[in-house]
């Protein structure tokens, strides 16, 4: 799953290579890309008794004439965290941030920020994200 910038296409994020060891988790990997600039975290977990991204997107899907400020998202382990704003014209700004291994020695970080329209896109992005974390291994 791609989540391109409304933008400037050559700005996104891919999420992929899902797996679960059991039930009451997802793994991930997460690659967010710019110009010049690739990056990737293997295991992103999502638990499930977690408040996962869906929920987080679906909210901001539904606020889709606007907030004030900046809200956020992140995994318990805080490698990934989103930010979202709002924008004159109906657009929503996502900056998916990654910081995986935060206490270990060469640690590091990156970002990208993704613009979507309110409505439509944020609630398609939304559904892609669950339908992504939901899905059954083959």
Do not use: K
Request: charged fraction near 20%; proline fraction near 4%; aromatic fraction near 12%.
């Amino acid at each position: 799953m791609t989540i391109r910038c409304q933008d400037n296409a050559s700005v996104g994020v891919t999420f992929c290579d899902r797996f679960s060891f059991d039930a009451d988790c997802v793994h991930y990997a997460v690659e967010p890309r710019a110009p010049g600039l690739t990056a990737r975290v293997d295991e992103v977990v999502a638990w499930i008794w977690d408040s996962d991204l869906a929920p987080f997107l679906e909210e901001l899907a539904a606020n889709y004439r606007g907030w004030d400020g900046e809200r956020s998202w992140q995994t318990n382990d805080r490698d990934l965290t989103v930010s979202a704003v709002f924008r004159s014209g109906g657009h929503v700004g996502l900056t998916w941030a990654l910081r995986p291994w935060p206490q270990a020695a060469g640690r590091w970080g990156a970002s990208v920020t993704t613009w979507l329209g309110a409505g439509g896109q944020m609630a398609s992005l939304a559904a892609d994200v669950r339908t992504f974390l939901a899905e059954r291994q083959q």
